[in-house]
């Protein structure tokens, strides 16, 4: 990450008032935005690491030539924000980096079914490109089949935005229905909330009822 000029540091707004877009004129990762969120040392990020570490930073996601901030409310300021922010990333690119820790979160997929990889599919193709141009990210969480939900986690500045429900029905919820036929809704899910309930085991029911197998069936 170490670099002979100074990189310009441009700071971007996002339809969420508590978040912001920065473009650090730098490379930081590969693979999937990653957002890291709780105590700094808990991040294996150096630069979410000193971020997580500013007074009246609540979120953090990393993604390929940008990073996105969440602060924990209006009390803290931009002006002061974005001045610690610049701080840190002039400190972490003179850290040592560790890419495989951004790598590592494009393995969520590896346990999905054939239908939830096709959800994914599309929202790498027609969502996720668009939502990160604010900062946010979609993930998906599961699918479950008996009722036609798809469970999207919203991340990053995407994550508590106001137009988030907007962002949900209109890009979201169209683009996988219209792919994914056996998509009827998709919700949302904020943060790291968990959708309620055994997926396995209600997938497991869904085919027992569908097609009268056994639960070993």
Request: aromatic content about 6%.
């Amino acid at each position: 990450m170490r670099d002979a000029a100074p990189a310009v540091i441009e700071f971007e707004p996002t339809p969420n008032p508590d978040a912001i877009r920065v473009r650090p004129g730098r490379v930081l990762a590969s693979g999937s935005p990653r957002e890291y969120a709780g105590a700094p040392e808990s991040a294996a990020d150096p630069l979410a690491a000193l971020l997580l570490g500013i007074e009246g930073v609540a979120r953090v996601m990393i993604g390929r030539d940008w990073f996105s901030v969440v602060r924990e409310g209006p009390a803290f300021g931009w002006d002061e924000l974005k001045a610690d922010i610049a701080f840190a990333v002039t400190d972490a690119m003179a850290q040592p980096r560790d890419a495989g820790a951004t790598d590592a979160a494009d393995s969520h997929a590896d346990g999905f079914s054939a239908i939830e990889r096709e959800i994914d599919q599309v929202l790498d193709r027609w969502v996720r490109p668009l939502l990160a141009a604010d900062g946010g990210q979609a993930v998906l969480e599961r699918f479950d089949p008996e009722e036609g939900v798809a469970w999207v986690r919203m991340e990053g500045a995407c994550g508590g935005c106001p137009s988030a429900s907007l962002t949900l029905n209109r890009a979201i919820e169209q683009a996988v229905c219209k792919w994914v036929p056996e998509v009827k809704r998709v919700r949302a899910l904020m943060g790291h909330e968990r959708p309620a309930g055994d997926a396995k085991a209600r997938f497991r029911g869904w085919i027992a009822r569908k097609w009268g197998m056994g639960a070993d069936g």
